[in-house]
């Protein structure tokens, strides 16, 4: 597992305008990213398994936040992707509204490496100030840069 959150991260795999308003038409565009990554071996299955591990539990996190993830074979390494919604997806039954969405997948023989992930997005995210940086950063570079900013301030 990389070290931050921010070796993860990429310009090209974040978009802050996600158009997509229903959580299935949000959930493609953001993992559309990941398409041609080259640690996605076959993107087609990932991003069946994505779907198929969305339906059978909500991935909400609360606070705005969803974490839709795939352990499959068909990524060699961990990869992320990165969606924000200014007006907000309702993403679960209980009709929680999602404004940032981290697509995660991540190899079945690397369990530690995604639990680790996981964790250091959850502290990331923890705090009402640091969401609301990342809800305001105006363009993918400054999105990175405000994670790196809340990683260095949590020793992650």
Not at 114 to 120: F, G, P, R
Request: charged fraction near 20%.
């Amino acid at each position: 597992m990389p070290g931050r959150i921010t070796a993860l991260l990429h310009p090209s795999r974040i978009t802050l305008q996600v158009q997509g308003n229903k959580r299935t038409a949000a959930l493609n565009e953001v993992a559309r990213l990941l398409d041609g990554h080259p640690d996605v071996a076959n993107f087609g299955g990932f991003y069946d398994e994505l779907l198929a591990r969305d339906r059978l539990d909500t991935t909400c996190l609360g606070n705005g936040v969803a974490l839709p993830h795939a352990r499959t074979e068909h990524v060699r390494q961990i990869v992320l992707a990165v969606g924000r919604s200014d007006t907000g997806i309702p993403f679960d039954a209980a009709g929680e509204i999602v404004k940032l969405l981290f697509v995660l997948g991540t190899p079945k023989s690397k369990p530690g490496d995604y639990l680790a992930v996981v964790s250091a997005l959850c502290k990331l995210l923890r705090d009402p100030a640091d969401r609301a940086a990342l809800l305001a950063a105006p363009t993918p570079d400054a999105f990175i840069a405000a994670v790196s900013a809340i990683e260095t301030r949590l020793g992650l």
